[in-house]
């Protein structure tokens, strides 16, 4: 790895398995104030799921969103949201949230105030009436999709490591939306389909860097068979950890880009993803990989967490290192063609007498 972007050394020998009971308290803890967090407030929902008013027009001239979406919440009709569609900068799209036992006169005259405000020579191309009903259901599909999607990554990880990992990786995944659910409700954010689909976004990220730190500890699995379970762990977690923290930081990055520029209609969306990407990174490290420590992953090779000498550690530690560092340091440089030639020039010949095995006899050689 250039030294650029060499931010972790390679050779790190952090011991990531001694924290593992507080980590684990310290997850249990989160998971058990967002379960009760959505309990007693729940989610805030938004339009897609509560129901409320959409409209689709086309306005006269490109429109300032800014402006409009003040005068829109200065109605106090509920939660607005207001967005661009299509290629046209004169397309928009409103939808305005009502109270679940909204009557459609209220409906109506909600639609109607927001007429008003965009004025005349406006070109409706869509009106409805969302119900509680149709929210309903997306809330259900909602409920479904994060299911599913965690049950098929489950049973991926399952064919493709052992039953011990796939307990692992579901822990983690059910730790990471469990907890982003509960920002959301503690903070009282604005629950939509855009952030159900980060959800899935995020499960897709957090169960592709546990299978990468899985791939490294299977790995380790095979080529140390006395290493003791609790410094196997902590091997593979050290010798992944550059790529981990390289790929969180600039995906980070990019998402917290999308939290502060991308706007009203991104916001949700970044914001799930921003604090997934933190928890589903701590969730890899601290939640997937020590559950591994309660499963007997080699029972023929492993008693419990008995732990191996400090100096068979230290060498196959360093053995490891020298094996996953860079080229130039794996391989040593072969020695120069002259050299060898020079070598095997100069290097006395060996008469038929030595080849063979035979002293030479005296006396039958001729004298010049």
């Known amino acids: 790895m250039p030294a650029l972007l060499n931010i972790v050394p390679v050779d790190t020998r952090i011991d990531f398995m001694k924290g593992r009971m507080v980590a684990l308290i310290l997850s249990g803890v989160l998971m058990l104030a967002s379960v009760v967090s959505l309990g007693v ?3 805030n929902f938004g339009i897609d ?3 409320g008013v959409l409209v689709e027009a086309r306005m006269p001239d490109a429109p300032d969103i800014a402006d409009l979406r003040t005068r829109l919440n200065d109605l106090g009709l509920g939660a607005v949201s207001l967005t661009h569609i299509g290629d046209d900068d004169r397309d928009i799209m409103i939808r305005v949230q009502q109270p679940e036992d909204a009557t459609e006169e209220e409906e109506n005259a909600t639609l109607a105030a927001v007429q008003g405000v965009l004025g005349d020579g406006v070109d409706y191309r869509r009106v409805e009436l969302v119900g509680p009903k149709v929210g309903g259901e997306l809330i259900e599909a909602g409920i479904w999709a994060v299911s599913l999607s965690i049950l098929a990554i489950v049973l991926y990880i399952w064919f493709r490591f052992e039953w011990q990992f796939a307990i692992g990786a579901m822990v983690a995944l059910v730790h990471d939306v469990v907890i982003t659910l509960g920002l959301f409700s503690v903070l009282r954010l604005e629950f939509d389909l855009t952030t159900v689909a980060a959800l899935l976004t995020l499960a897709g990220y957090s169960i592709n860097d546990t299978v990468v730190v899985y791939d490294r500890v299977r790995e380790k699995l095979r080529k140390f068979k006395k290493m003791g379970l609790v410094d196997l762990l902590n091997l593979a977690l050290n010798r992944t950890l550059s790529r981990t923290i390289l790929t ?3 995906t980070l990055i990019a998402v917290l880009s999308l939290l502060f520029l991308g706007g009203d209609v991104l916001r949700n969306f970044s914001a ?7 928890i589903g990174t701590y969730s890899t490290v601290y939640v997937a990989v020590p559950i591994l420590v309660y499963f007997d992953l080699r029972r023929e ?7 191996v000498g400090p100096e068979e550690q230290v060498a196959a530690a360093a053995t490891d290192a020298a094996t996953e560092g860079p080229l130039a340091e794996q391989e040593e440089a072969p020695a120069p063609a002259s050299e060898t030639t020079s070598e095997t020039a100069s290097a006395p010949p060996r008469n038929a007498g030595q080849r063979s095995g035979k002293k030479p006899k005296k006396g039958r050689g001729r004298k010049r």
């Open 41 to 43: 407030q729940k989610l």
């Open 49 to 51: 799921f509560a129901g």
């Open 248 to 250: 969180s930081l600039t």
């Open 272 to 278: 799930a993803l921003a604090f997934g990407i933190v």
């Open 301 to 307: 090779a492993i008693a419990g967490e008995e732990t």
